[in-house]
Protein backbone atom coordinates (compact mmCIF):
# COMPACT_ATOMS: atom_id res chain seq x y z
CA UNK A 1 0.00 0.00 0.00
CA UNK A 2 1.12 3.47 -1.00
CA UNK A 3 0.37 6.59 0.69
CA UNK A 4 0.59 10.36 -1.37
CA UNK A 5 0.78 13.22 0.70
CA UNK A 6 0.11 16.33 -1.76
CA UNK A 7 1.55 19.04 -1.03
CA UNK A 8 0.31 20.69 1.94
CA UNK A 9 -0.75 24.79 0.89
CA UNK A 10 -2.21 27.14 3.54
CA UNK A 11 -3.90 30.18 1.38
CA UNK A 12 -5.47 33.02 2.67
CA UNK A 13 -8.59 34.31 1.65
CA UNK A 14 -10.08 31.06 0.64
CA UNK A 15 -13.70 32.01 1.42
CA UNK A 16 -14.40 33.50 -2.05
CA UNK A 17 -12.70 30.10 -3.65
CA UNK A 18 -15.58 27.99 -2.24
CA UNK A 19 -18.07 29.82 -5.44
CA UNK A 20 -15.31 28.86 -7.73
CA UNK A 21 -15.54 24.96 -7.32
CA UNK A 22 -19.12 24.46 -9.54
CA UNK A 23 -17.51 26.41 -12.22
CA UNK A 24 -14.19 24.55 -12.41
CA UNK A 25 -16.03 21.31 -12.08
CA UNK A 26 -18.63 22.25 -15.02
CA UNK A 27 -16.03 23.56 -16.94
CA UNK A 28 -13.24 20.78 -16.45
CA UNK A 29 -15.90 18.11 -17.48
CA UNK A 30 -19.64 19.25 -17.99
CA UNK A 31 -20.94 15.63 -17.38
CA UNK A 32 -19.56 15.58 -14.34
CA UNK A 33 -20.57 18.47 -12.82
CA UNK A 34 -22.70 16.34 -10.75
CA UNK A 35 -19.81 16.08 -8.02
CA UNK A 36 -20.36 19.94 -7.19
CA UNK A 37 -24.01 18.11 -6.07
CA UNK A 38 -22.12 15.65 -3.88
CA UNK A 39 -20.45 18.23 -2.16
CA UNK A 40 -23.42 20.25 -1.16
CA UNK A 41 -24.68 17.04 -0.21
CA UNK A 42 -21.97 15.95 1.97
CA UNK A 43 -22.03 19.19 3.67
CA UNK A 44 -18.68 19.29 4.83
CA UNK A 45 -17.37 21.32 7.88
CA UNK A 46 -13.95 21.92 9.13
CA UNK A 47 -12.70 18.88 10.54
CA UNK A 48 -14.65 16.96 9.06
CA UNK A 49 -13.48 13.49 7.39
CA UNK A 50 -14.21 12.59 4.07
CA UNK A 51 -13.23 9.20 2.44
CA UNK A 52 -13.83 9.25 -1.73
CA UNK A 53 -13.47 5.79 -2.19
CA UNK A 54 -12.32 5.04 -5.74
CA UNK A 55 -10.85 8.43 -6.00
CA UNK A 56 -9.35 8.07 -9.61
CA UNK A 57 -7.33 11.43 -10.44
CA UNK A 58 -9.17 13.25 -7.10
CA UNK A 59 -11.61 15.56 -9.16
CA UNK A 60 -14.42 15.19 -6.13
CA UNK A 61 -11.41 15.27 -3.73
CA UNK A 62 -10.13 18.85 -5.56
CA UNK A 63 -13.35 20.29 -5.15
CA UNK A 64 -13.82 19.56 -1.41
CA UNK A 65 -10.26 20.82 -0.85
CA UNK A 66 -11.88 23.92 -2.22
CA UNK A 67 -14.58 24.11 -0.81
CA UNK A 68 -13.55 23.58 2.95
CA UNK A 69 -10.27 24.56 3.20
CA UNK A 70 -10.52 23.06 6.99
CA UNK A 71 -11.48 19.68 6.02
CA UNK A 72 -9.45 16.14 6.40
CA UNK A 73 -9.45 14.33 3.03
CA UNK A 74 -8.60 10.83 2.16
CA UNK A 75 -8.78 8.87 -0.98
CA UNK A 76 -8.57 5.36 -1.68
CA UNK A 77 -7.83 3.76 -5.48
CA UNK A 78 -6.04 1.05 -6.90
CA UNK A 79 -4.23 3.14 -9.77
CA UNK A 80 -1.04 4.44 -8.77
CA UNK A 81 -1.27 6.65 -12.16
CA UNK A 82 -4.71 7.98 -11.17
CA UNK A 83 -3.19 8.99 -7.63
CA UNK A 84 -0.20 10.20 -8.50
CA UNK A 85 -2.17 12.83 -10.84
CA UNK A 86 -4.49 13.23 -8.11
CA UNK A 87 -1.74 14.02 -5.86
CA UNK A 88 -0.97 17.45 -8.04
CA UNK A 89 -4.40 18.38 -8.57
CA UNK A 90 -5.24 18.52 -5.23
CA UNK A 91 -4.73 22.09 -3.73
CA UNK A 92 -6.32 24.74 -1.04
CA UNK A 93 -6.90 22.98 1.79
CA UNK A 94 -4.78 24.02 4.90
CA UNK A 95 -4.91 20.25 6.04
CA UNK A 96 -2.74 17.01 3.93
CA UNK A 97 -4.43 14.91 1.92
CA UNK A 98 -4.06 11.24 2.36
CA UNK A 99 -4.29 9.35 -0.94
CA UNK A 100 -4.07 5.14 -0.44
CA UNK A 101 -3.53 2.78 -3.27
CA UNK A 102 -5.66 0.06 -2.65
CA UNK A 103 -9.60 -1.17 -3.50
CA UNK A 104 -12.95 -0.58 -2.07
CA UNK A 105 -13.35 -4.09 -0.82
CA UNK A 106 -10.67 -3.75 2.61
CA UNK A 107 -10.14 0.09 3.49
CA UNK A 108 -7.52 0.36 5.47
CA UNK A 109 -8.65 2.80 7.97
CA UNK A 110 -10.18 2.32 11.65
CA UNK A 111 -13.54 1.83 12.13
CA UNK A 112 -15.67 4.74 12.84
CA UNK A 113 -13.17 7.45 11.34
CA UNK A 114 -15.26 9.42 8.64
CA UNK A 115 -18.33 11.74 8.87
CA UNK A 116 -18.75 10.82 5.14
CA UNK A 117 -17.62 8.65 2.92
CA UNK A 118 -18.52 9.21 -1.34
CA UNK A 119 -18.04 6.93 -4.18
CA UNK A 120 -18.97 8.03 -7.97
CA UNK A 121 -19.54 5.92 -10.62
CA UNK A 122 -17.67 3.11 -8.70
CA UNK A 123 -20.16 0.22 -7.74
CA UNK A 124 -21.92 -0.24 -11.12
CA UNK A 125 -17.96 -1.95 -12.37
CA UNK A 126 -18.20 -4.14 -9.35
CA UNK A 127 -19.61 -7.76 -8.95
CA UNK A 128 -22.26 -8.07 -6.79
CA UNK A 129 -19.58 -9.76 -3.87
CA UNK A 130 -17.68 -6.49 -4.37
CA UNK A 131 -20.16 -4.35 -4.17
CA UNK A 132 -21.36 -6.32 -0.84
CA UNK A 133 -17.82 -6.35 0.64
CA UNK A 134 -17.21 -2.08 -0.24
CA UNK A 135 -20.59 -0.98 1.69
CA UNK A 136 -19.68 -3.22 4.25
CA UNK A 137 -16.43 -1.70 4.50
CA UNK A 138 -18.14 1.97 4.00
CA UNK A 139 -20.60 0.93 6.91
CA UNK A 140 -17.62 0.10 9.05
CA UNK A 141 -15.68 3.05 8.75
CA UNK A 142 -17.87 5.89 9.06
CA UNK A 143 -19.06 6.71 12.26
CA UNK A 144 -22.63 6.79 13.35
CA UNK A 145 -24.70 9.38 12.57
CA UNK A 146 -21.82 9.21 9.42
CA UNK A 147 -23.38 8.86 5.59
CA UNK A 148 -22.89 7.61 2.77
CA UNK A 149 -23.37 9.07 -0.91
CA UNK A 150 -22.88 7.15 -3.84
CA UNK A 151 -23.23 8.60 -7.33
CA UNK A 152 -23.71 6.08 -9.91
CA UNK A 153 -25.39 5.02 -13.53
CA UNK A 154 -29.47 4.34 -12.72
CA UNK A 155 -30.06 0.56 -12.97
CA UNK A 156 -32.13 1.25 -16.45
CA UNK A 157 -30.08 2.97 -18.68
CA UNK A 158 -32.05 4.67 -21.72
CA UNK A 159 -30.87 6.22 -25.41
CA UNK A 160 -26.59 5.44 -26.42
CA UNK A 161 -25.81 4.24 -22.48
CA UNK A 162 -28.88 1.46 -23.03
CA UNK A 163 -26.95 0.01 -26.43
CA UNK A 164 -23.34 1.01 -24.50
CA UNK A 165 -24.41 -1.00 -20.99
CA UNK A 166 -26.02 -3.79 -22.68
CA UNK A 167 -23.19 -6.47 -23.47
CA UNK A 168 -21.81 -6.19 -19.50
CA UNK A 169 -25.78 -6.47 -18.71
CA UNK A 170 -26.21 -9.85 -20.44
CA UNK A 171 -22.47 -10.98 -19.49
CA UNK A 172 -23.31 -10.38 -16.31
CA UNK A 173 -27.08 -12.05 -16.07
CA UNK A 174 -25.22 -15.22 -18.20
CA UNK A 175 -22.53 -15.44 -15.02
CA UNK A 176 -24.89 -14.73 -11.74
CA UNK A 177 -25.90 -17.61 -9.50
CA UNK A 178 -28.78 -15.91 -8.17
CA UNK A 179 -32.00 -15.06 -9.98
CA UNK A 180 -32.80 -12.04 -8.38
CA UNK A 181 -29.48 -10.36 -7.48
CA UNK A 182 -30.21 -7.80 -4.44
CA UNK A 183 -30.12 -4.14 -5.87
CA UNK A 184 -27.87 -1.38 -4.62
CA UNK A 185 -30.36 -0.13 -1.83
CA UNK A 186 -30.92 -4.04 -0.70
CA UNK A 187 -27.47 -4.45 -0.18
CA UNK A 188 -27.06 -1.41 1.45
CA UNK A 189 -29.74 -2.11 4.14
CA UNK A 190 -28.48 -5.21 4.11
CA UNK A 191 -24.86 -4.25 5.82
CA UNK A 192 -26.51 -2.19 8.03
CA UNK A 193 -27.41 1.16 6.44
CA UNK A 194 -30.93 2.75 7.30
CA UNK A 195 -32.75 2.68 4.08
CA UNK A 196 -30.84 4.96 1.52
CA UNK A 197 -33.38 7.39 -0.22
CA UNK A 198 -32.22 9.31 -3.56
CA UNK A 199 -31.37 12.86 -2.94
CA UNK A 200 -30.76 13.67 -7.18
CA UNK A 201 -30.54 12.63 -10.41
CA UNK A 202 -28.61 13.95 -13.37
CA UNK A 203 -29.28 13.23 -17.32
CA UNK A 204 -26.29 12.80 -19.57
CA UNK A 205 -25.85 11.85 -23.35
CA UNK A 206 -25.07 8.53 -21.53
CA UNK A 207 -27.98 7.71 -19.43
CA UNK A 208 -28.83 8.84 -15.77
CA UNK A 209 -26.53 9.23 -13.12
CA UNK A 210 -28.48 8.84 -9.22
CA UNK A 211 -27.08 10.55 -5.96
CA UNK A 212 -28.18 7.87 -3.45
CA UNK A 213 -27.66 8.52 0.41
CA UNK A 214 -27.69 6.61 3.12
CA UNK A 215 -26.64 6.81 7.23
CA UNK A 216 -25.31 4.46 9.77
CA UNK A 217 -27.84 4.53 12.99
CA UNK A 218 -26.06 6.23 15.65
CA UNK A 219 -26.91 3.07 17.82
CA UNK A 220 -25.52 -0.56 16.93
Not at 150 to 167: F, K, N
Not at 179 to 185: C, G, H, K, Q
Not at 200 to 220: D, N, Q, R, Y
Amino acid sequence: MHIFQPTQLAFAGLDHLSDLSSVVLNWASPERSYLSTVLRAAGLESAHRLLDVGCGSGDLLAAAAILEPGALLYGIDPDEDALELASRKIYGTLQSVELHQGVAENLPFESDMFDVVTATLLVGVLSLEQRREMLAECFRVLAPGGRLLIADWAGRHEGVGAAISYPKHFVRWLLFSEAFPPTLEETMIRVGFHPPETRAKFWTVLGTIELIEASKPLLG
